[in-house]
């Protein structure tokens, strides 16, 4: 009887029909997990086994070629793969395909070919004749004596060697007269912004008693799985715990994933884990280019390297036996997938942590609500760490009301206190971080006299200005002129609010003009290697303030940092998304983390027009849970995550017309299926309204299982599907 195999297709198929069922030639082991050459249609693609023996009935096409010997895919990763497809609406093909690096899906190779290396080494060894040439010591020259001696005291490379003031040059000519043997080994390059210095490689404090609880508990369920919200103030020793909870999953035989959200701005997490393990690491992130993401990933299927370390991806590694899985930053929204699959890396770490039996440790300062809420209510475990290492106290923060500076006639960036402190923290030698709260698209209608900000009557959330003068509610599509006086107070001062790096670079030059400052924002960093050497001038003190946006606020441990500015706290606050309050508070308690470091201790300066905001005054007391308490309260009832889940539909067309009737359609066939499962918003204009020459429109689906709507009113090709949106302003 011919065996049969399932097979998702890399064929750039649209929809979830990507799995088709072939033959299995005889002679041929294939099983789930192999990677495949076939025939599709015309053309020759590549797929993933995916089950074995599908009932089948007719005549079937043949698998052509076994890629590789082994699966590439171990059973853990398949399963995740299937849970991926039903909980983000995608096909398994999709979600299959995400496993493997893009060279190796991208293509239907004949052979898998082995990891590269970026260079070559070269290695040097004693030969028996050496040895003796070297009692003897005729006919050879100083050099080359010396470079004798290195060998036998155990020198391998060139570096070696010149340490020892041997040279390889003189290790090549004595491997010519048969003393010396030459050959050679593949030496992968770390980037330079992966590496630390001396002092912080060995950098092993002694650990606090919260660290000391939180890794008994992480390490007591290594042999049976478990998940855990690590929830520690900045600075408190995260890292730490990381890494020495990953020492004891790999004495046990298992293999770690950590997860940074960022890699250019993790880079010193990342480079402590290199420092740890050394060769065990694999870097898996898309700064990496296809070749060089291949040499990664094979290391890890060789079982070369058992130390995972990457942006979202990495989860997809092929460890043969994952024991432990860290996302450090839980709360960032780049660990959610922006293409299909539309998946969120935090909640496909924990279905891998069930499937595979390892340990889910979800760390963060200022962790998602939802996040914290699962914790709080017993789906996952609470750990936390409410001290900072070596005792070092949390930097108080000094509020300032932007409403009173402009009317004591201050029109600038800089409040009168924050220029005060900047001259001072200068002054004395200090570092200091002014940091923007901004996104470079969209901003709000604000009245600078009383701080009101024009919301949507009927959503209660702000109004968005859009580039042709018009406000847009982005939940419910209501329009509306914008105002030329405050509704609430009748003040002719009501503006679209927003402020850029450059003039606030400005600003602060002309406050500390003996100063040595930088800017770090995307523009400053598009070059590669960028924002490594703007760390390193402010690591090293060539540089005393740094002025930039998001990419300030994590990732940087800098001791001589004591003054932290914030120049403007409201921007994200007053975005219309149900996570603004959230964000706003998370990045604003990240950037005030990074000051007070050092012995100088430290302080923080926030501006705003909404002093007092709860997320602004929890963040200017490091209370987590008091913004967490407000914040779930107002969740609550809106029926928003984590009381409710969410579905975001976003369609497009060349034509405003084709696409306002393709959402009219669909919006009105999900109402009349709805049930008390969903409700249906819109449709709206997405938050880019237009967007390369396309008009876009978007549907919300609101409720306690509203995907289940689209298994009733299946969506068309034209429309994506975003299961638990990080955000509504896609």
């Known amino acids: 009887m011919t065996r049969t195999a399932e097979i998702a297709v890399f064929a750039g198929l649209r929809g979830p029909a990507r799995t088709f069922t072939y033959a299995v030639p005889d002679g041929m082991d294939a099983a789930p997990g192999h990677l495949v050459r076939i025939g599709f249609g015309a053309r020759s693609t590549a797929g993933v086994v995916t089950a074995l023996d599908v009932p089948y009935e007719g005549a079937l096409r043949p698998i052509d070629a076994l890629v590789h010997p082994l699966p590439l895919l171990r059973a853990h990763q398949l399963a995740v793969a299937s849970w991926m497809a039903r909980e983000y609406r995608c096909g398994l093909a999709d979600a299959v395909r995400a496993m493997l690096p893009p060279a190796l899906a991208a293509r239907a190779r004949s052979a898998l070919p082995p990891a590269r290396g970026e260079r070559r080494e070269a290695l040097f060894a004693l030969l028996p004749a050496g040895r003796d040439a070297l009692a003897a010591g005729a006919g050879l020259g100083v050099r080359q004596l010396v470079t004798l001696r290195a060998l036998a005291a155990g020198a391998l490379t060139g570096a070696d060697l010149a340490a020892a003031r041997g040279s390889a040059v003189a290790a090549r000519a004595l491997a010519r007269r048969g003393l010396v043997a030459e050959s050679s080994r593949a030496v992968r390059r770390v980037p330079v912004e992966f590496r630390l210095g001396e002092e ?5 404090a002694a650990p606090t008693s919260g660290q000391r609880d939180a890794l008994a508990a992480i390490v007591g369920r290594l042999a049976s799985g ?4 690590l929830h520690g103030i900045t600075a408190s020793g995260k890292t730490e715990v990381y890494l020495r909870a990953a020492s004891e999953a790999l004495a046990l035989g298992l293999g770690v994933v950590v997860l940074v959200p960022e890699i250019a701005l993790t880079a010193q997490v990342v480079a402590r884990f290199v420092a740890r393990f050394g060769d065990r690491v694999a870097l898996l992130h898309s700064a990496l280019s296809a070749g060089e993401r291949f040499d990664e990933w094979r290391r890890v299927l060789d079982g070369v390297a058992d130390v995972v370390v990457g942006s979202r991806s990495a989860l997809f590694a092929p460890l043969a036996r994952p024991g432990l899985v860290v996302v450090d930053e839980e709360q960032e929204p780049s660990y959610k997938q922006g293409s299909t699959p539309r998946y969120h890396a935090v909640d496909t770490a924990i279905a891998l942590g069930r499937l595979a039996g390892a340990v889910v440790v979800l ?14 209510t017993g789906a996952l475990r609470l750990l936390r760490l409410r001290e900072r290492v070596n005792e070092l106290p949390l930097p108080p923060t000094t509020i300032v009301d932007l409403r009173v500076e402009l009317h004591a006639g201050n029109r600038g960036t800089l409040s009168r206190a924050l220029r005060v402190a900047l001259e001072a923290t200068v002054a004395k030698g200090e570092q200091a971080i002014l940091y923007l709260n901004r996104r470079g698209f969209a901003t709000v ?3 600078r ?10 959503c209660e959330i702000p109004f968005a200005y859009h580039l042709e003068g018009v406000l847009v509610c982005h939940r419910c599509g209501r329009r509306d002129d914008p105002p030329d006086r405050c509704p609430a107070c009748g003040g002719a001062r009501i503006r679209h609010l927003g402020v850029g790096t450059q003039r606030v670079e400005d600003e602060a030059r002309a406050a500390v003009p003996g100063a040595s400052l930088i800017r770090m924002d995307r523009d400053a960093v598009r070059r590669k290697g960028a924002h490594a050497a703007l760390y390193e001038r402010m690591r090293t003190g060539r540089a005393q303030v740094i002025v930039g946006t998001q990419m300030v606020a994590k990732g940087f441990d800098l001791p001589g940092v004591s003054l932290v500015g914030v120049v403007n706290a409201d921007t994200i606050l007053n975005l219309p998304d149900f996570t603004s309050a959230e964000r706003t508070f998370q990045l604003l308690t990240q950037v005030l983390g990074r000051s007070g470091r050092g012995s100088a201790g ?16 929890a963040a200017a007391a490091h209370d987590y849970e008091a913004f967490a308490a407000a914040e779930l309260l107002g969740r609550r009832r809106f029926a928003y995550p984590p009381f409710g889940r969410l579905v975001l539909l976003q369609t ?4 405003a017309e084709t696409v306002d009737r393709r959402a009219e359609a669909y919006a009105a066939a999900l109402r009349a299926a709805a049930g008390a499962d969903a409700q249906v918003l819109g449709p709206a204009p997405a938050f880019a309204a237009k967007r ?11 409720g306690s299982r509203p995907e289940r709507l689209l298994d009733r009113v299946p969506p068309s090709a034209e429309w994506t599907v975003d299961v638990d949106p990080v955000t509504l302003l896609g």
Not at 652 to 655: E, F, G, V
Request: net charge positive; charged share 15%; with cysteine.
């Open 200 to 204: 912080d490689a060995v950098r092993h």
């Open 226 to 229: 478990g998940a855990f919200l």
């Open 363 to 376: 760390g963060s300062a200022t962790p998602r609500v939802t996040t914290y809420h699962a914790a709080t």
């Open 445 to 447: 209608v604000l009245c």
């Open 449 to 458: 006299d009383c701080g009101h900000v024009v919301p949507c009557p009927s």
């Open 602 to 617: 430290g302080r923080g300066i926030l501006q705003t027009y909404l002093p007092d905001h709860y997320a602004i005054r």
């Open 652 to 655: 497009q067309a060349k034509r």
């Open 692 to 702: 390369a020459g396309s008009f876009r429109v978007q549907l919300v689906l609101r």
